[in-house]
């Protein structure tokens, strides 16, 4: 029942986002549109950001569902763009109306367990630390995360696939590289 409300606020916030920006929808435009109370809004949200941030997590763990490998890690990075290109409206919307700091964090929500499950593959039958595989992964994190602002600030124009091929062109072995070299200095 909780996920049944959690999902029709969430319709009805990116169906409320078609037709107004985001600093103009109230709670009781998302209650009344879902047909709920506030108070059933307020027992699952603290305001509406955070239903924002939750929107844009349950997205992307759709989109990546088992995409956190080494061999599929760029078709989990792939959905995340075809999820975002999906929600456009909502993203653009979002991107355009909520500070910069706050999309970026839900972007590195979504990032982060894609490359934590390739680290952690990666790093299987190593004794590398865990603050140095938190390390790792935040790093490739950033990266990915600052392609997709620039993607999503220029409007999402430009071809995501290609984007993801160059990305993958970039990292190809960068990862299993990082983690070796992470071992080797550990035992020197």
Not at 80 to 102: D, Q
Not at 178 to 183: K, P, Q, R, T
Request: net charge neutral; charged share 30%.
């Amino acid at each position: 029942m909780a996920n049944t409300t959690k999902l029709a606020l969430e319709a009805s916030l990116k169906k409320l986002l078609l037709h107004k920006p985001i600093d103009k929808i109230t709670i009781n435009d998302l209650t009344s549109d879902c047909g709920i109370s506030r108070m059933a809004f307020y027992y699952h949200f603290k305001d509406l950001y955070d239903l924002v941030e939750w929107v844009c997590v349950e997205d992307g763990k759709r989109a990546l569902q088992d995409k956190k490998t080494y061999d599929t890690w760029q078709e989990g990075l792939l959905q995340i763009f075809e999820a975002v290109m999906e929600n456009r409206p909502f993203i653009l919307n979002v991107y355009r109306n909520v500070s910069r700091e706050k999309i970026e964090n839900y972007l590195h929500k979504l990032t982060y367990e894609l490359i934590e499950g390739v680290v952690e593959e990666k790093s299987k039958d190593t004794d590398l630390a865990r603050e140095d595989k938190e390390f790792i992964a935040g790093f490739y994190k950033y990266g990915f995360v600052g392609v997709m602002l620039d993607w999503i600030d220029r409007g999402m124009k430009d071809d995501y696939k290609k984007i993801v091929e160059k990305m993958s062109i970039t990292l190809h072995g960068t990862v299993a590289n990082s983690i070796i070299n992470f071992v080797k200095i550990k035992k020197n």
